[in-house]
């Protein structure tokens, strides 16, 4: 009895004991492993670096979403529908004919997500930059340079839409609201102005691909240059200023090849002033070459991918270069050739010839009736990949270069009827192309040409020709009287499901 | 009746007892009259006095207390006593001999009673010409009173039932009767008695229970209680019940058994598990499958436990019995209790199950000669095809076979038992090079200590499982679609022999496929739980469990250079490799209390602790280009293309812990009262909502037992409700989503001239995540009649369930992404579940037994948004279609409708050219380039089957027994998207299309999505039919116990209208009812088993 008893003393220690020992392990923590939390990073400037990253990391949709909603919605580009392939339930149908709507796939809506996506990411940062107890050198300049990136988001905005809100404060999660064009114009100019001084001022290897002064003065450029678009108020005076800072700098200079500046090193060329680095393995999602190029083409540059037979350009664009042209090697046309110089046959056999005109009447048919050929059309391959690469090039995607300013500063100057002054510097671009083919006078229709033989899929063609009102003219395929309201594209009505306070913008 | 109990005695109560121990401990061995003791001598003279005046005298003269009944003894005349200074012990025995007195004594009490009058020795001369009495108590074994028991006097056919203390009380004419109580689940008892004019009898029955089901013992999660106690609803499933045949999934066991429990296997692999839906889908991206408790271990793996191994499941239904188990416990609990030892000697139990398999059916696709007639009849006089002639489904599949070997031993003595096990299962797929081998060794031991008080328990299982996947990495369905899409013209080996590789897009040489992939995987588990119960007081058990899980599994992947996706990867190998495992640490700490209030008031307490941690890690990498295809996936070092060598780890963990109580009472077996409540946390919430309250109400009315309620058909009959909530936690894919962390997805940006990972929020947090909750409500009513030749029940629920976990679309900025992991929605399952169980012949040589469960269950979507968190469209769009042409979503989900709505165009026939027709809004036909969205409408009936019947036969015949389970799904459409990929016209010659489809009339070239592809989904089969024979093994004097041979079969026929491979098709939440080209063709299987115990 007492033996028991005193077990039973023991065995209540013992469970006591021992269910407190096990109490204790049982805690209610969320561990995290292979995620980093809030409270254990970013500690140090290099891991501070790294969370600043998803800035530059957003821009690379600029070579992809932006670039081909401004080529496939004009003369210089068009995606055809192939057998089965590329009707994308009338996605292209809808851009190639400015038929564009709300609904979902109605429009570009990656446009809008490159640009929300990026401004959200800039947002948190600059919340998190300034919630930081780690200082380091250089932190004033990393805030200027995300500002001036975020500026860069808007401005894509405020050009592909318009009607934009601009939201700043990551804390605050109200629903935006829309300001006018503007306005909008007015923030992206006083954001830019108010950082550029304390960007990094000369181009150097470790600030290659980030936003530096002279990038933020072609950012501003471009701005103005367009501004009597956004606003109805015109800046050409401004856009020269902005231009000329840059050409006095001396930085930059046009290359003396232009197929350098989108080769697949081209990183060192002296005419970028802002790229977004591309990588066939890290920093992915440059496949111009998969989007244009055939699916046996893969012989010809020894890809280790096979391509999308997607893309390619019209008669329209491509009659505008003059045999001799350095820019017409961008250009593929006639039989293709496998790097051997065997030569191609399309899927079912036959020579893979690219076409200048296509012979259908309605390129974007539906599935199933028809449809265009496989060879038919002539390809763009301004970006040539190296040998071995796969679905991603390697090559840098160049968003602002020399020649740019150079053509903005011509194109401003005769604007402004100071043709002459605008004479060397039209030449200038002209003379690398075709030594010998200056102009003695300039039209703003030959410096129209210009831009586009200079330009084309550099993803600026749409807002180039809504600035000089061609975007509503006809070209092959393209059904005059499209009216201005086109000019924007419609905010996604899923967007505005979400935030019923925005305005549709006029016209959808 | 009142009682004399006197002052002294009173006072000296405490004393007394204490005397009475110190009697007991003195003269603990010697058996002797209680007489003896009583050595005071008394005199006492009386003439014609009553029996109580003499009950006076000698509590006067003695030191001990008589209690007696005043009103009875003084109606007692006695004759004429005389005792002289004799001992108090003699003269009690004398008058107990001489009067029938009752004596006892007990302490310094001595109780006085009269016997019953059968032994009353009286004289005749007192009887008299007027009435008896009878009356007496029925209790139970442990002396517990039986309110409502059924009294019969057999001669006169009167009866009546006890009160609430289980009295009873007859007034009767003289004579000898036979008094016979009945009460359900109790053995009936007959006495005989014989009643005296004037007197009153008095006759006590303790009944014996009976096994049966109403005294089943039910598994309730961290207590047990008896099948007629329960007011919730728990369905019990016992190994005699099981389908029996080589299963490679447990809950295949007992599907169909369960009203309300949908388990279905869509196709035959060996490596896919079971849908198992427990009233409906109660989640949209959590999980919906019930959870399971293989003894105890929350969350276990049920692939760790042999078949033969199981004694039940218990299914637990409604919220109020599930949510012991808190946060998840909305879609029900399921717990598995394994076999243990038993107090015997050792006994050898070996059973051996051989089977073989084939395909059921198949979608008959045109032959390489219809297609080339077909040709010729359009005028394509090239066509030539490739010669061949190829049936890829006869191709691809084989006769398999397997073998399913459990060998036991258990037995044990008063202190120890023990069970012990070895489970081999080699299970071959009918598809070739698919398959499951199995292992699982499992040991239990309880152990009794400190005079049984305590009790220790050791369970360990380890298992091994190595599955031999069909096809390609990251999608074992991949290849599957190549058996419907592949050219019958395409011979599959070339004159050669070696095999014919030609491919295109899901139009490769499956069979070469099939023998050049490597895709196996050994999965490895360990299991061991540690279980301590100690009877702390008479009421009070304390327990505590302790669990730890280990599992591993080694995945490989090869898909050499010459294989179909070596060839498409630049002609290069293809090698792949992970690691994985997730341990389980599981601690319990409970206390179970009962006790018996005044006889009548039952109460029963469970309450305690429990906390589970999970921890989940992983290891993988892969490479590509070999020198050699021999290394298979066994040295990735040796990949030669340094660009495409991939390396990745992840680890995550969570943990849960649960306070939870139940209380339940009942009065007299026949009011019930149940209160649960449970406090579940866990971290994958964060601080605002991390913890939740689960409280739960059941109540329930034994009517046959009351007093008023007499029927000699009805044997119980209770009504029973319960109202609860549970929930439901997000899935293992959404472990973080509260928190705001930063992740890297192997993207990079280029700062300061080199290339860096980004570091970017993983997600938009939601701090205010928590679990879905479903409020249950459940009635029911169940009965037993006709002496348990018929029982049954019928239970409706309606559960809601609200915070249904989604994500959603939200506005960037100013949240960093797209889209957020929020509670919002809501929806409703309503249904009726029915259970009917009868003997129909219950005869000594044959029986035929005959079991019914059917269900009805309808889901309808209350909401999907809130004032937060809204869907632009209005719907979810679910239940995608892949293919070429139009296809896109099938489904809606949208509040008022069931979820699985179908929604898509209305077929309207051919029209005169045989292209397809659909109903546009206005009602009007029109043709395919003429519909638009707009004009999509729901049809058809949802997916997911409303109706579920099983039938289950058991006839029995001396030593023969014969079981035929029929298993029933109604009332549901599915999507038939295989034939409508198939049926592409414009794909001929390359690709087939069905048979019967080439002549039909139809031109056009692209199966448009439509209600033509939606078929009735209804089906009856005959899932399992066993024979068995058991030898009579007393001719072998006992060295053999058990000896039994049976034949099964399973899915043996099956009647449907549905023209796919077979209508049990996938019911996964994204794709309700969708039968894909991704179908592993369902067997049809014959066993034989023997089952020998030594």
């Not at chain 1, 006591?16 to 254990?40: A, F, P």
């Not at chain 1, 902005?242 to 990183?267: G, R």
């Not at chain 2, 008589?66 to 006695?78: G, P, R």
């Not at chain 2, 960037?812 to 009726?832: E, F, H, K, L, Q």
């Amino acid at each position: 009895m007492t033996i028991y008893y005193q077990f039973k003393k023991y065995m209540a220690c013992i469970m006591i004991i021992t269910s407190g020992l096990v109490l204790s392990s049982c805690d209610m923590e969320t561990k995290v492993y292979d995620e980093l939390t809030t409270d254990n990073f970013p500690q140090n400037e290099e891991q501070l670096l790294r969370t600043i990253a998803p800035a530059y990391s957003a821009m690379r949709g600029y070579a992809d979403a932006v670039w081909a909603s401004q080529t496939v919605t004009t003369d210089e580009g068009i995606v055809v529908t192939r057998g089965s392939d590329w009707n994308n339930g009338g996605y292209y149908r809808r851009l190639g004919t400015h038929t564009y709507n709300p609904s979902p796939s109605g429009s570009p809506e990656n446009v809008w997500n490159f640009c929300v996506n990026g401004i959200a990411q800039v947002n948190q940062i600059l919340y998190q930059l300034s919630n930081i107890s780690l200082e380091f050198e250089g932190k004033d300049k990393k805030i200027a340079e995300l500002k001036t990136v975020r500026a860069f988001f808007y401005w894509v905005m405020l050009d592909n839409y318009r009607h934009i809100y601009i939201k700043t404060d990551f804390l605050d999660t109200s629903a935006p609201q829309q300001v006018s064009p503007q306005e909008a114009f007015d923030f992206i100019e006083s954001e830019i102005k108010d950082n550029i001084d304390l960007l990094e001022d000369e181009p150097s290897a470790n600030n290659y691909g980030l936003m530096t002064q002279s990038a933020a003065h072609v950012l501003l450029a471009k701005l103005y240059l367009n501004g009597e678009v956004y606003t109805g108020k015109s800046y050409w005076q401004e856009c020269i200023n902005e231009c000329e800072t840059i050409i006095n700098k001396n930085d930059y200079a046009l290359s003396e090849n232009f197929m350098d500046n989108f080769k697949e090193d081209n990183t060192s060329s002296v005419e970028t002033i802002l790229a977004i680095p591309f990588d066939r393995v890290y920093a992915t999602g440059f496949s111009h070459h998969v989007y244009t190029l055939h699916y046996n083409s893969g012989e010809t540059y020894g890809l280790s991918y096979a391509p999308w037979n997607g893309y390619s350009t019209l008669r329209d664009h491509y009659d505008l270069f003059a045999d001799g042209d350095q820019r017409k090697q961008i250009f593929l046309v006639g039989q293709q050739y496998a790097a051997d110089g065997t030569a191609l046959t399309t899927r079912d056999g036959k020579p893979l010839v690219f076409t200048l005109d296509y012979t259908s009447t309605d390129p974007w048919n539906e599935l199933g009736t028809g449809g265009v050929a496989e060879n038919e059309g002539v390809r763009v391959l301004k970006y040539v990949p190296g040998t071995g690469t796969g679905r991603h090039m390697g090559n840098d995607f160049v968003v602002f270069r020399y020649a740019d300013i150079l053509l903005m500063k011509a194109e401003c100057l005769v604007r402004l009827n100071r043709n002459n002054e605008a004479l060397p510097f039209i030449n200038q671009v002209r003379e690398r192309a075709l030594a010998g083919s200056s102009y003695n006078s300039i039209s703003l229709e030959e410096l129209y040409k210009e831009r586009r033989r200079e330009f084309t899929w550099e993803g600026m063609a749409k807002q180039d020709m809504i600035r000089f009102g061609k975007y509503e003219g006809t070209w092959t395929y393209h059904p005059t009287g499209s009216d201005e309201s086109k000019r924007i594209f419609p905010i996604p009505s899923t967007v505005i499901s979400l935030n019923p306070s925005l305005t549709q913008n006029a016209g959808y | 009746m009142t009682y004399n109990l006197t002052k002294k005695t009173k006072n000296n109560f405490k004393r007394l007892i204490v005397v009475c121990y110190l009697l007991l401990f003195i003269f603990p061995l010697r058996a002797m009259s209680q007489f003896e003791m009583l050595n005071e001598q008394v005199t006492v003279h009386q003439r014609n006095g009553t029996a109580a005046q003499l009950i006076r005298e000698l509590d006067r003269q003695s030191a001990y207390s008589f209690t007696y009944s005043e009103e009875q003894l003084s109606k007692e005349k006695l004759a004429t006593i005389d005792y002289q200074s004799t001992k108090l012990g003699v003269v009690l025995e004398s008058l107990s001999k001489k009067y029938g007195f009752d004596f006892l004594v007990k302490g310094k009490i001595i109780s006085v009673a009269l016997k019953s009058p059968s032994q009353d020795s009286r004289s005749g001369d007192s009887q008299k010409q007027e009435k008896a009495g009878l009356n007496g108590e029925v209790t139970d074994a442990q002396g517990q009173p039986l309110a409502g028991a059924s009294v019969r006097i057999k001669e006169l056919g009167i009866s009546t039932g006890t009160d609430a203390e289980g009295h009873y009380n007859f007034s009767l004419t003289p004579g000898t009767y036979t008094v016979s109580v009945s009460y359900v689940a109790y053995a009936n008892q007959d006495k005989q008695v014989k009643l005296t004019a004037g007197t009153t009898a008095k006759l006590n029955f303790r009944l014996v229970e009976e096994l049966s089901a109403l005294n089943e013992v039910v598994v309730m999660g961290y207590s047990i209680q008896k099948r007629k106690d329960v007011s919730g609803s728990v369905t019990t499933v016992r190994s005699e019940d099981f389908n029996r045949g080589t299963y490679t999934d447990v809950n295949q066991l007992i599907q169909g058994k369960v009203p309300g429990l949908v388990i279905s296997k869509p196709g035959g692999d060996p490596n896919q598990a079971t849908t198992v839906r427990l009233r409906g889908v109660n989640s949209l991206t959590g999980t919906n499958t019930p959870l399971y408790v293989i003894d105890g271990v929350v969350g276990a793996d049920i692939n760790t436990v042999p078949p033969n191994e199981i004694e039940s499941f218990d299914i637990l239904k409604d919220a109020a019995t599930a949510s012991i188990y808190g946060a998840r416990a909305a879609n029900g609990v399921i717990i598995i209790t394994t076999k243990k030892g038993s107090k015997d000697r050792t006994n050898v139990s070996y059973s051996v199950t051989g089977s073989t398999e084939a395909m059921s059916n198949y979608i008959k696709l045109a032959s390489a000669a219809d297609i080339k007639a077909y040709e010729e009849s359009v005028g394509n006089t090239d066509y030539t095809g490739y010669g061949g002639d190829t049936d890829w489904f006869k191709a691809i599949t084989r006769k398999a076979w397997s073998q399913d070997h459990t060998l036991s031993l258990y037995g044990g003595g008063d202190k120890t038992t023990y069970r012990g096990s070895i489970t081999y299962l080699d299970k071959q797929g009918i598809i070739l090079n698919s398959g499951l081998e199995r292992w699982i060794g499992r040991v239990n031991l309880q152990q009794k200590a400190l005079d049984d008080r305590l009790n220790l328990g050791l369970n360990l299982t380890a298992n091994q499982d190595l599955n031999d996947y069909v096809g390609q990495h990251n999608s074992y369905s991949e290849i599957l679609k190549n058996v419907v899409n592949s050219d019958p013209s395409q011979p599959i080996y070339n004159a050669d022999g070696s095999y014919n590789r030609f491919y295109g897009i899901d139009n490769s040489n499956v069979v070469s496929l099939l023998n050049d992939l490597t895709s196996k995987n050994r999965a490895n588990n360990l299991r061991g739980t540690l279980s301590a119960n100690l009877k702390v007081y008479r009421d009070l058990t304390l327990s505590a469990v302790g669990t730890y899980e280990s599992k591993n599994a080694n995945y490989g992947y090869y898909a050499p250079s010459y294989s179909v996706y070596g060839l498409q990867n630049v002609g290069e190998a293809i090698a792949y490799r992970s690691y994985t495992q997730n341990r389980n640490k599981q601690l319990d700490l409970f206390g179970n209390y009962n006790h018996d209030f005044h006889g009548q008031h039952h109460m029963d307490v469970t309450a305690g602790y429990s906390y589970n941690y999970y921890e989940n890690e992983g290891f993988e990498a892969s490479g590509q280009g070999f020198v050699s295809d021999s290394f298979l996936y066994d040295n990735l070092a040796l990949s030669e293309n340094a660009d495409k060598k991939t390396i990745a780890s992840n680890r995550s963990s969570y943990a849960l812990s649960r306070l939870f109580s139940r209380v339940n009472y009942n009065y007299a077996s026949k009011y019930y009262l149940t209160l649960g409540f449970t406090r579940d946390g866990s971290t994958r919430f964060g601080e605002n909502n991390r913890y939740g309250n689960f409280p739960s109400v059941s109540a329930a009315w034994r009517i046959s037992r009351e007093a008023f309620f007499q029927s000699s058909w009805v044997d119980d009959l209770k009504l029973k409700g319960s109202y609860g909530i549970s929930g439901t936690l997000p899935s293992d894919d959404h472990n973080l989503e509260y928190l705001s962390t930063y992740s890297s997805n192997s993207n990079y940006a280029y700062i300061n001239g080199k290339f860096l990972p980004v570091y970017s929020p993983a997600r938009n947090a939601n701090p205010d995540l928590k679990w879905e909750t479903q409020k249950a409500l459940n009635i029911g009513l169940e009965f037993s009649l006709f002496k348990s030749r018929l029982s049954g029940s019928v239970e409706v629920y309606n559960n809601k369930i609200e915070n249904l976990l989604y994500t959603y679309t939200v506005p960037v900025p100013p949240n960093v992404y797209s889209s957020t992991y929020a509670n919002v929605g809501s929806m409703r399952n309503r249904g009726i579940d029915l259970q009917l169980s009868g003997d129909i012949v219950r005869n000594k040589n044959f029986q035929y037994h005959l079991d019914v469960v059917a269900s009805l269950t309808k889901n309808k979507v209350l909401a999907i948004t809130n004032d937060e968190y809204t869907i632009s469209t209005g719907y979810i769009e679910t239940a995608q279609v892949y293919g070429d042409g139009n296809l896109g979503y099938t489904q809606r989900i949208v509040p008022g409708h069931a979820i699985g709505s179908w929604y898509t165009y209305a077929f309207a026939g051919l029209n005169e050219d045989g292209k397809y027709l659909f109903y546009n809004k206005e009602g009007e036909k029109v043709t395919t380039d003429q519909v638009s969205d707009e004009d999509k409408k729901f049809i058809g009936r949802p997916a997911t089957p409303p109706y579920q019947l099983g039938l289950n036969h058991s006839f029995r015949y001396k030593n023969w027994g014969l079981s035929l389970f029929f298993n029933g799904q109604f009332g549901n459409s599915i999507l038939n998207a295989t034939l409508q990929n198939v049926s592409y016209l414009s794909r001929l010659p390359s690709r087939p299309v069905p048979k019967d489809f080439i002549n039909a009339g139809i031109t056009q070239t692209d199966p448009y999505i439509s209600s033509l592809w939606l078929e009735s989904g209804s089906f009856l089969r005959l899932q399992n039919a066993a024979l068995s024979y058991k030898f009579n093994t007393e001719r072998f004097h006992n060295f053999i116990k058990q000896l039994q041979i049976s034949a099964m079969a399973d899915n043996l026929f099956l009647i449907t209208g549905y023209k796919g491979i077979d209508p049990e098709v996938k019911q996964e939440v994204d794709a309700l009812g969708v039968d894909n080209r991704d179908y592993y063709p369902k067997s049809r299987s014959f066993m034989l088993n023997l089952q020998l115990t030594f």
